[in-house]
């Protein structure tokens, strides 16, 4: 019985194997050479992780341990290719306090910032992009430009729209940053000032 079995299971195999070069043969891959090489790589490194586990339905679990421990040994491999920002010589001093979360920065002062993006959906249906710089030194936030995405811009003033690159950069040359604690008070402090 359990012979019978395994070789009803080998037929399939040998099957499965002729119906695979007979569909590659029909319907070739066409996409570019790297883009297969990639897709080939992910397969390769998914069956490496030893406790991915597919359910029949097609979801995936895998052990976060094991997860933790690539991600660490990924980053240790690589870690030549991360350059750290440049930390400013003096404390975070703010200048003044406009409320009792946000502090005013000088704008003479060095500013290493991270680009922090987040979005809030309006009552009306509508929803702002809102661009926000993190500082590395403090870790608090300022929300340096916006954009709605609706039918009409009548919830913002035009000069919200358009191209945020040029924004933020206005923002770093003509405004005096007022920084907050969490994204959501920058991002409250950008709508009240409209």
């Given at each position: 019985?359990?012979?019978?079995?395994?070789?009803?299971?080998?037929?399939?195999g040998m099957m499965l194997k002729v119906l695979k070069r007979v569909?590659?043969?029909?319907?070739?891959?066409r996409r570019p050479d790297w883009e297969q090489k990639r897709e080939?790589?992910?397969?390769?490194?998914?069956?490496?992780?030893?406790?991915?586990?597919?359910?029949?339905?097609?979801?995936?679990?895998?052990?976060?341990?094991?997860?933790?421990?690539?991600?660490?040994?990924?980053?240790?491999?690589?870690?030549?290719?991360?350059?750290?920002?440049?930390?400013?010589?003096?404390?975070?001093?703010?200048?003044?306090?406009?409320?009792?979360?946000?502090?005013?920065?000088?704008?003479?002062?060095?500013?290493?910032?991270?680009?922090?993006?987040?979005?809030?959906?309006?009552?009306?249906?509508?929803?702002?992009?809102?661009?926000?710089?993190?500082?590395?030194?403090?870790?608090?936030?300022?929300?340096?430009?916006?954009?709605?995405?609706?039918?009409?811009?009548?919830?913002?003033?035009?000069?919200?729209?358009?191209?945020?690159?040029?924004?933020?950069?206005?923002?770093?040359?003509?405004?005096?940053?007022?920084?907050?604690?969490?994204?959501?008070?920058?991002?409250?402090?950008?709508?009240?000032?409209?």
């Amino acid at each position: 019985m359990i012979v019978g079995a395994c070789l009803t299971q080998i037929r399939l195999g040998m099957m499965l194997k002729v119906l695979k070069r007979v569909f590659n043969v029909l319907h070739p891959d066409r996409r570019p050479d790297w883009e297969q090489k990639r897709e080939r790589e992910f397969i390769k490194a998914a069956n490496s992780l030893k406790t991915l586990r597919v359910t029949p339905e097609g979801g995936m679990s895998i052990d976060p341990e094991e997860l933790r421990e690539q991600i660490v040994t990924s980053r240790e491999q690589l870690k030549h290719l991360v350059h750290k920002p440049r930390i400013p010589s003096g404390p975070f001093s703010p200048v003044a306090h406009q409320e009792a979360s946000s502090s005013v920065e000088s704008p003479d002062g060095a500013l290493d910032c991270i680009e922090v993006v987040a979005w809030r959906r309006l009552t009306s249906g509508a929803a702002v992009r809102y661009t926000c710089l993190q500082r590395v030194s403090t870790g608090r936030f300022v929300v340096a430009a916006a954009s709605l995405f609706s039918g009409g811009t009548e919830s913002l003033p035009p000069w919200v729209d358009g191209n945020i690159n040029r924004q933020v950069a206005s923002a770093f040359q003509n405004r005096e940053f007022h920084w907050y604690a969490t994204v959501g008070e920058a991002m409250d402090a950008w709508d009240a000032a409209l």
